[in-house]
T-cell receptor, first 115, second 113 residues
Framework: AQSVTQLGSHVSVSEGALVLLRCNYSSSVPPYLFWYVQYPNQGLQLLLKYTTGATLVKGINGFEAEFKKSETSFHLTKPSAHMSDAAEYFCAVSDRDSSASKIIFGSGTRLSIRP | EAQVTQNPRYLITVTGKKLTVTCSQNMNHEYMSWYRQDPGLGLRQIYYSMNVEVTDKGDVPEGYKVSRKEKRNFPLILESPSPNQTSLYFC????????????FGPGTRLTVL
């Protein structure tokens, strides 16, 4: 069964530093891949997604993610962290198989930004 | 404005007292889903619906019911809530279930005493 792993339940970086949030999936056939962000007391919103084509995907708020088939990874990065990036981030996957019926979410990574 | 609305946002109830959490979307999406969010577990799907009158179980359906009588509405029903259903609940909708963005409601924080 498809699964998704986010390494690190909590990541803390200084303002202006590189943000790197890790996500690995388990299937041999690359799934559809998503990153969602959840700000305090809000629902999730899409940051970016990979369905096909270019493996480097750019999203909102300066985030980007690179799909690496050989590493079964879809890590999220941002060159320079801002205080407003403090939130919880979820990686999610969805099988390309036509019988699939759901998106599977990782357990989340809470990002803290130090002044 | 495209949105998913949920009501109530906060609810405290007692064991066994039936409750309904409403969900409505204004984007004409066919696919709707309910999730619960618990610390360290991410989001887990409870039920989903691919269209009117078409619903199916997700990963954690026990103790929940849903209905989809209209395209825009997808209520979550807890017939006899128990303390282990204390959680944060999200409704979501999307145009397609696998590759489209899911639009989430603001969440309903439920406490069952």
């Amino acid at each position: 069964a498809q699964s998704v792993t986010q390494l690190g339940s909590h990541v803390s970086v200084s303002e202006g530093a590189l943000v790197l949030l890790r996500c690995n999936y388990s299937s041999s056939v690359p799934p559809y891949l998503f990153w969602y962000v959840q700000y305090p007391n809000q629902g999730l919103q899409l940051l970016l997604k990979y369905t096909t084509g270019a493996t480097l995907v750019k999203g909102i708020n300066g985030f980007e993610a690179e799909f690496k088939k050989s590493e079964t990874s879809f890590h999220l990065t941002k060159p320079s962290a801002h205080m407003s990036d403090a939130a919880e981030y979820f990686c999610a996957v969805s099988d390309r198989d036509s019988s699939a019926s759901k998106i599977i979410f990782g357990s989340g990574t809470r990002l803290s930004i130090r002044p | 404005e495209a949105q998913v609305t949920q009501n109530p946002r906060y609810l405290i109830t007692v064991t066994g007292k039936k409750l309904t959490v409403t969900c409505s979307q204004n984007m004409n999406h066919e696919y709707m889903s309910w999730y619960r969010q618990d610390p360290g577990l991410g989001l887990r799907q409870i039920y989903y619906s691919m269209n009117v009158e078409v619903t199916d179980k997700g990963d954690v359906p026990e103790g929940y019911k849903v209905s989809r009588k209209e395209k825009r509405n997808f209520p979550l029903i807890l017939e006899s809530p128990s303390p282990n259903q204390t959680s944060l609940y999200f409704c979501a909708s999307s145009a397609h279930l696998r590759w489209d963005e899911q639009f989430f409601g603001p969440g309903t924080r439920l406490t069952v005493l």
